[in-house]
């Protein structure tokens, strides 16, 4: 018999930032794209978070076991860990020369407490300090506090989600992509959904919201400077979703997003507010049992408080995505995004993007996971000649000889070119990591 549609999750996460080692989309709201109507919220691909750069957050584990780690007590589940992770990159600094390379330590912790009958409420708390030996970035203290929960009111599913994250970002778009290392940044996030279904038809609403504070930054030529620069970004969506068949259902998104900005220190710093409007138009098949596929189509519409400095566009945006699952030990995914990012600088508009992604998930064994990966996203803009494309490859091993001790050994290279057209809004840089993870469970 056919099974009835299911929203397609990849696992893959869009834009110029390429997390694939990415945390929980409750904190990550520093880089959004408009969303697309098939679009769900990202899930983490691996279950190792590491040193600069990386996001820190609740991991996926790939065996499946999360429902008897820890320690069950008063209805809830608390699993802790400690955590040692060794790596070696070739240019932490993310300069457009090939720098020296470094080692660096990381020492974290976590705590995820979650319903132990499987319910919606989870919490999670988070440490990191990372050093460096010999590059002059100094000690990387981070702190992450994620909440999310479900409530039900009126007939109305309402879940919730809060965030903390004071932590670093790589190569963010915050600074119109001139600062490829930023440090010193604090992310505030808050989402409310408001979903509800009147026979096979399903209403979802959402806002969300962050406000991103950058302490410090440095340049691709490697000039470090103290900033007040912050995002404050609100976001509002409605999508609308209809069967058609049992494997079928079409989904309409309207989105609003809206950013203020405050940038001091850079060069040339612009200060509008702006809005991104998206409207897009979807459907979803499930092909087989195993085979599920997503595409959709729509306008998004970029405008500014300061028009004379920062002009109005209009793009396409749109996806397409496959997602192939034989079996519970084994996820594949592929797929196409184009789409806009907001840009906070003179004469541009926003910046176009085209990312292709590819995934692959496997558990070899009850104790043997691999993971691979591979996205290339290609921007542009409307005002300036040339384009930029950033790549990232990523593979891991993980090993869990025992359910305290998680194994994992990973590799990852990220690589930006820059046409010479756009050498002067943004540099070219390579980087390799090589990384050894050690996690136990308490």
Not at 30 to 41: K, N
Not at 91 to 107: H, I, S
Not at 431 to 441: A, E, G, W
């Given at each position: 018999?056919?099974?009835?549609?299911?929203?397609?999750s990849?696992?893959?996460?869009?834009?110029?930032?390429?997390?694939?080692?990415?945390?929980?989309?409750?904190?990550?709201?520093?880089?959004?794209?408009p969303?697309?109507?098939?679009?769900?919220?990202?899930?983490?691909?691996?279950?190792i978070?590491?040193?600069?750069?990386?996001p820190?957050?609740?991991?996926?584990?790939?065996?499946n076991?999360?429902?008897t780690?820890?320690?069950?007590?008063?209805?809830?589940r608390?699993?802790?860990?400690?955590?040692?992770?060794?790596?070696?990159?070739t240019?932490?600094?993310?300069?457009?020369?090939?720098?020296?390379?470094?080692?660096?330590?990381?020492?974290?912790?976590?705590?995820t407490v979650?319903?132990a009958?499987?319910g919606?409420?989870?919490?999670f708390?988070?440490?990191?300090?990372?050093?460096?030996?010999?590059?002059?970035?100094?000690?990387?203290?981070?702190?992450?506090?994620?909440?999310?929960?479900?409530?039900?009111?009126?007939?109305?599913?309402?879940?919730?989600?809060?965030?903390?994250?004071?932590?670093?970002v790589?190569?963010?778009?915050?600074l119109?992509?001139?600062?490829?290392?930023e440090?010193?940044?604090?992310?505030?996030?808050?989402g409310?959904?408001?979903?509800?279904?009147w026979?096979?038809?399903?209403l979802?609403?959402g806002?969300?919201?962050?406000?991103?504070?950058?302490?410090?930054?440095?340049?691709?030529?490697?000039?470090?400077y103290?900033s007040?620069?912050?995002?404050t970004?609100?976001?509002?969506?409605?999508?609308?979703?209809?069967?058609v068949?049992?494997?079928?259902?079409?989904?309409v998104?309207?989105?609003?997003?809206?950013?203020?900005?405050?940038?001091?220190?850079a060069?040339d710093?612009v200060?509008p507010?702006?809005?991104?409007?998206t409207?897009t138009v979807?459907?979803?098949h499930?092909?087989?049992?195993?085979?599920?596929?997503a595409?959709?189509?729509?306008?998004?519409r970029?405008?500014?408080?300061?028009?004379?400095?920062?002009?109005?566009?209009?793009?396409?945006v749109?996806?397409i995505?496959?997602?192939?699952t034989?079996?519970?030990?084994?996820?594949?995914?592929?797929?196409?995004?184009?789409?806009?990012?907001?840009?906070?600088?003179?004469?541009?508009?926003?910046?176009?993007?085209?990312?292709?992604?590819?995934?692959?998930?496997?558990?070899?064994?009850?104790?043997?996971a691999?993971?691979v990966?591979f996205d290339?996203?290609?921007?542009?803009t409307n005002?300036?000649?040339?384009?930029?494309?950033?790549s990232?490859f990523?593979?891991?091993?993980?090993?869990?000889?025992?359910?305290?001790?998680?194994?994992?050994?990973?590799?990852?290279?990220?690589?930006?070119?820059?046409?010479?057209?756009?050498?002067?809004?943004?540099?070219?840089?390579s980087n390799n990591?090589?990384?050894?993870?050690?996690?136990?469970?308490?």
């Amino acid at each position: 018999m056919n099974q009835p549609a299911r929203p397609l999750s990849l696992g893959i996460g869009f834009g110029l930032s390429l997390g694939l080692w990415s945390a929980s989309a409750l904190v990550m709201a520093q880089e959004q794209t408009p969303i697309p109507a098939a679009e769900q919220e990202t899930k983490s691909s691996t279950a190792i978070p590491v040193g600069l750069s990386e996001p820190l957050g609740p991991p996926n584990d790939p065996f499946n076991d999360t429902k008897t780690q820890g320690h069950v007590w008063g209805g809830l589940r608390y699993v802790p860990d400690v955590n040692m992770a060794y790596y070696h990159e070739t240019n932490p600094t993310k300069v457009a020369a090939n720098g020296p390379g470094d080692n660096a330590r990381v020492l974290y912790a976590t705590l995820t407490v979650s319903d132990a009958q499987g319910g919606p409420r989870k919490v999670f708390v988070g440490v990191a300090q990372t050093r460096f030996n010999h590059v002059s970035l100094g000690s990387d203290p981070r702190r992450v506090l994620t909440y999310q929960d479900r409530f039900s009111v009126a007939g109305w599913s309402l879940p919730v989600r809060l965030g903390y994250n004071a932590d670093v970002v790589s190569r963010s778009s915050f600074l119109s992509r001139k600062a490829n290392t930023e440090l010193g940044v604090t992310v505030k996030s808050a989402g409310l959904d408001a979903n509800r279904k009147w026979g096979h038809t399903r209403l979802g609403l959402g806002w969300r919201y962050s406000d991103v504070r950058i302490g410090s930054a440095a340049t691709a030529e490697g000039v470090t400077y103290r900033s007040s620069n912050s995002n404050t970004q609100h976001t509002l969506r409605a999508k609308l979703t209809q069967p058609v068949s049992e494997t079928t259902e079409v989904i309409v998104l309207a989105q609003n997003q809206s950013y203020a900005y405050r940038s001091t220190g850079a060069a040339d710093p612009v200060n509008p507010t702006s809005e991104v409007m998206t409207a897009t138009v979807g459907v979803q098949h499930q092909l087989t049992e195993a085979v599920a596929l997503a595409a959709d189509l729509g306008r998004a519409r970029k405008t500014s408080g300061r028009a004379d400095l920062v002009p109005a566009a209009t793009h396409g945006v749109g996806s397409i995505k496959a997602g192939y699952t034989p079996s519970d030990r084994t996820e594949a995914s592929i797929a196409y995004l184009a789409g806009v990012e907001e840009l906070n600088d003179t004469g541009v508009s926003n910046l176009k993007t085209g990312t292709w992604s590819l995934g692959l998930g496997h558990r070899i064994s009850p104790t043997l996971a691999t993971t691979v990966s591979f996205d290339r996203t290609r921007v542009a803009t409307n005002e300036l000649d040339g384009r930029v494309i950033d790549s990232k490859f990523y593979a891991a091993l993980l090993w869990k000889p025992d359910p305290r001790v998680l194994l994992a050994v990973a590799f990852s290279r990220t690589r930006r070119q820059v046409s010479d057209g756009l050498q002067d809004f943004v540099q070219p840089f390579s980087n390799n990591r090589y990384l050894i993870n050690l996690t136990y469970y308490l």
